[in-house]
């Protein structure tokens, strides 16, 4: 089914210059990008989007790396787009993640892990709302 997901470009690879690779592979794998914006998270908007994590040891930790440089969220569009940007990722620890996959190529652990996306449709429905209104994403004709 066509669907959309969110995805964020996290503080280590954006200071990485790696905006455009990571583009790159969304794109060639036929994801198409319909809303994007460029972000400086606080405590509470990063707190916020990791909410179902906020009992777990790494939590702190995890707000604190979002918060350390600008972030680029993007909602992605296609066919199957959750599994496929998923795919696209790798693991969510990069010394799991398969070869020519986004964490292994660009992510130094699993705390800077370079990229996040909605891992359901539910995520994803709640995670776009999260930091997009309806208007900021556009329908994509052609
Ligand atoms: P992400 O997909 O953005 O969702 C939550 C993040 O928490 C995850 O990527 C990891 O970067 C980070 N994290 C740190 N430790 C763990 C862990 N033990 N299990 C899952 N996620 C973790």
Redesign the pocket.
């Known amino acids: 089914a066509n669907e959309r997901t969110l995805s964020i470009i996290k503080p280590d690879a954006v200071a990485g210059n790696h905006i455009g690779a990571i583009y790159d592979r969304f794109e060639q794998a036929g994801l198409k990008i319909v809303a994007a914006k460029m972000l400086q998270l606080d405590d509470e908007k990063a707190g916020g989007f990791?909410a179902e994590?906020a009992e777990r040891p790494?939590y702190n930790d995890?707000k604190s790396f979002m918060m350390s440089g600008p972030v680029l969220v993007s909602v992605l569009e296609g066919e199957n787009a959750i599994a496929k940007h998923r795919e696209i990722m790798g693991a969510?620890n990069p010394k799991d993640a398969e070869k020519g996959t986004i964490r292994a190529d660009f992510a130094s652990s699993?705390?800077e892990?370079a990229v996040?996306?909605s891992d359901s449709a539910e995520s994803a429905k709640r995670e776009i709302s999260y930091f997009f209104s309806d208007d900021e994403v556009c329908a994509r004709t052609r």
Do not use: E, W
Request: hydrophobic content about 30%; aromatic content about 20%.
């Open positions: 990791y994590h790494f995890l969510t699993i705390d892990n996040h996306g």
